[in-house]
């Protein structure tokens, strides 16, 4: 059975830096895309960025390109977030999600396109 356990969120000014991880166990992680998903309260969940089974292909959403880094590692079953830059309207739960199909190079941005999903990290950025 995969799990998925994120890391790594908390309260930290505009302007600051978080680093989000994500280990995964119970599966063949380097064989799958994976992507980080957020939720506000009282908002759907929406697509933040993603990761081709090889890391070699990213996608972002426009909201936070040229601020969020996504990475993996695969020899450590782990994914990253790296946030910079963060905004009071970044504030959400934040989940990962390992992707629903095989040796998928360009990832894909809906959640239908994932299969598990981790419990989620509040980060929370005060103004």
């Known amino acids: 059975q995969v799990q998925l356990v994120e890391s790594g969120g908390g309260l930290v000014q505009a302007g600051g830096s978080l680093r989000l991880s994500c280990a995964v166990s119970?599966?063949?992680?380097?064989?799958?895309?994976m992507g980080w998903f957020r939720q506000a309260p009282g908002k759907e969940r929406e697509f933040v960025a993603a990761i081709g089974y090889s890391g070699t292909r990213t996608t972002y959403a426009d909201s936070v390109k040229g601020r969020f880094t996504i990475s993996r590692d695969n020899a450590k079953n782990t994914m990253y977030l790296q946030m910079n830059s963060l905004k009071p309207e970044d504030t959400a739960i934040y989940y990962c999600?390992?992707?629903?199909?095989?040796?998928?190079?360009?990832?894909?941005?809906?959640?239908?396109?994932?299969?598990?999903w981790g419990q989620g990290t509040q980060v929370t950025v005060s103004s």
């Open positions: 119970g599966g063949t992680f380097s064989l799958y895309a």
């Open positions: 999600a390992k992707g629903l199909l095989t040796f998928i190079t360009v990832p894909r941005t809906g959640a239908a396109d994932f299969g598990s």
